[in-house]
């Protein structure tokens, strides 16, 4: 336990940019809040801008959330892609191997990293941007915005979004973790071409071959697929509020809680079949990981 | 008591390339062993597979255990300095000893301390700020620290200068070794390490050539510099590699009978960087 404590701080020490990204972003968010110009709605009447913005602050945190989400998963795929392959490009693998750390803690202390660490800094991170956001707005436009942002129900959903996208995202994306993963312990040179070309070619044989897209497919649905699977988008005017403003209408969810679907995604084979797979890809990893030292 | 290091018909390939060719050596506990052999005969390799860092055919024993699959039990008690200023550009001093000392049960800090205060190193500094034989001085406290049973070095002092040499050797031998340590060493500075060594390896296109004690060379070694009158009489006695120097030839013999050998001129015991160059010179005469 102590060693995983310290090769996760050795991660913060090489990739400053866990969370120095995730900060920038959220600054920048935060400068445009305090700003940045804010036009209110067509309609002057302050009954329906209210209306709106009570309905619109869900919709607006969960922006924010799927905005840092989105930077996080980008930066998180390069990171598996980078991490097994960086100390051997530099040879600083020969140090790290002289220490009584065994390659399977290493290569799972990286995945970890990857899957549970650095969502976790951008989760914290998005939610202090968030706050400091909903303090800005709701000094600067008081008049409109009103005590809207501070309901702690509100609050309590975007913490859940989040918590149950990390962990939701790690089972799913373990697949994709582990063949990155892979790739980072195997090439010798340009990972982020190793990582797609085989899978490409391999879509591309299959269509020329045996006129079929089977693999693309199962790539499609693994990479898009998460949301359709973790979450449910339940029909109805139970489930949503639609807000007229003159001639436009908003339509947003009336809560989160109905959205979230762990009992389907935790039932569906393709979340376990998909995890099976990445635990063997990560296997392998560790394997190469084993046998391979420096380029 | 078994061998610290055993390796049985240690061989391993790299497609047609093979680096290790059967290699067979035994390491005694209590000894500084010298690895030493050409660019490309397979000192590397041999120590990769030592360490656990490279796959191998044949059996290999490193303190009782298989290097590669228990490679992280076997660095409880082996260090190593694979090669020289392979510390991360990005690792900050301090930060390195901290990891150490975090993951290493056998790391002592106040020892790396101590000889890192000798360097005058910052501790906030990073390896990227520091030169080679910085970075060599900091990996060298780091490994030095730890109360390992066999340290590994290959090519310990490459980029170091001569001041910073020789204080390295002193302290391995004055202040490092004791009975319970062993080390291994390659390097291919011979004369360098020539007067700490107990025993040697050489080693010459993936094979071990010689495996002997220092004491040892003495009795399996011998060189007559030969005036040219009685350099037929003495290649009668067959030399395994002759050396012209100043009008005389210099005939190396294995299993001497130093009498004979006596009436062609002084024997004496060669040194080991002369073996070294009458080993691996391409055979007999």
Not at chain 1, 96 to 122: E, F, H, N
């Amino acid at each position: 336990m102590n060693t995983a404590k310290w090769l996760v701080r050795r991660e913060f020490w090489e990739n400053r940019a866990i969370w120095l990204i995730p900060t920038v972003f959220g600054g920048l968010l935060v400068l445009a809040s305090l700003f940045g110009g804010y036009q209110v709605l067509g309609v002057a009447d302050l009954a329906t801008v209210r209306t709106v913005v009570q309905a619109g602050a869900l919709d607006g945190m969960m922006l924010i959330a799927t905005a840092f989400f989105s930077v996080m998963s980008i930066y998180s795929t390069w990171y598996l892609l980078d991490c097994l392959y960086a100390d051997r490009r530099d040879r600083s693998i020969l140090f790290w191997k002289s220490m009584p750390i065994s390659d399977t803690a290493t290569v799972l202390c990286k995945l970890g990293v990857a899957l549970i660490v650095v969502p976790a800094v951008y989760f914290v991170l998005a939610d202090l941007t968030t706050l400091m956001m909903a303090f800005v707005i709701s000094v600067r436009a008081s008049a409109y915005v009103g005590s809207t942002l501070w309901r702690g129900e509100l609050w309590l959903q975007i913490q859940a979004l989040w918590l149950y996208t990390i962990v939701t995202a790690a089972v799913w994306y373990l697949p994709v973790a582990g063949w990155l993963l892979l790739v980072s312990a195997w090439a010798k040179r340009a990972v982020i071409l190793w990582s797609i070309l085989p899978l490409l070619a391999l879509a591309v044989a299959e269509r020329v071959f045996l006129g079929t897209h089977v693999i693309w497919r199962l790539q499609d649905a693994r990479l898009w697929g998460y949301l359709a699977h973790a979450f449910q988008y339940p029909p109805g005017s139970a489930n949503w509020v639609t807000t007229v403003i003159g001639h436009d209408a908003i339509t947003t969810p009336v809560d989160l809680w109905r959205f979230f679907n762990p009992a389907g995604f935790f039932a569906s084979p393709q979340t376990w079949i998909g995890a099976a797979v990445g635990a063997a890809l990560i296997f392998g990893a560790i394997q190469l990981r084993m046998r391979r030292a420096e380029i | 008591m078994p061998a610290l290091i055993d390796a049985r018909e240690l061989t391993k390939k790299y497609g047609a390339h093979v680096a290790l060719d059967r290699a067979n050596f035994t390491v005694e506990s209590g000894r500084i062993v010298g690895l030493i052999g050409p660019n490309g005969a397979g000192k590397t390799t041999a120590l990769r597979a030592i360490l656990g860092l490279t796959s191998y055919e044949g059996q290999l024993q490193v303190l009782g255990r298989e290097p590669l699959r228990e490679r992280a039990a076997l660095m409880h008690d082996a260090c190593f300095i694979a090669d020289v200023a392979v510390l991360p550009s990005w690792l900050r001093v301090d930060h390195a000893i901290d990891f150490v000392a975090g993951v290493h049960p056998r790391f002592r800090r106040d020892r790396a301390m101590a000889l890192l205060a000798k360097t005058q190193i910052g501790g906030k500094r990073r390896m990227r700020e520091l030169s080679k034989g910085m970075k060599t001085q900091v990996h060298l406290a780091l490994t030095m620290a730890i109360d390992a049973k066999l340290l590994v070095l290959d090519e310990p002092t490459l980029g170091l200068d001569i001041l910073a040499r020789s204080a390295f050797y002193d302290a391995l031998v004055n202040d490092y070794m004791d009975e319970t340590r062993t080390i291994l060493i390659t390097t291919h500075q011979v004369e360098e390490v020539e007067n700490l060594l107990t025993d040697v390896l050489f080693i010459d296109r993936g094979r071990i050539v010689v495996d002997s004690s220092l004491d040892d060379i003495a009795n399996r070694y011998a060189a007559v510099a030969v005036a040219t009158q009685h350099l037929e009489a003495a290649r009668a006695e067959k030399p395994f590699f002759e050396r012209r120097m100043l009008g005389k030839v210099v005939l190396y013999f294995e299993q001497p009978n130093l009498e004979k050998l006596a009436e062609f001129g002084e024997t004496h015991t060669p040194s080991v960087a002369d073996l070294f160059v009458a080993k691996l010179s391409g055979g007999a005469a």
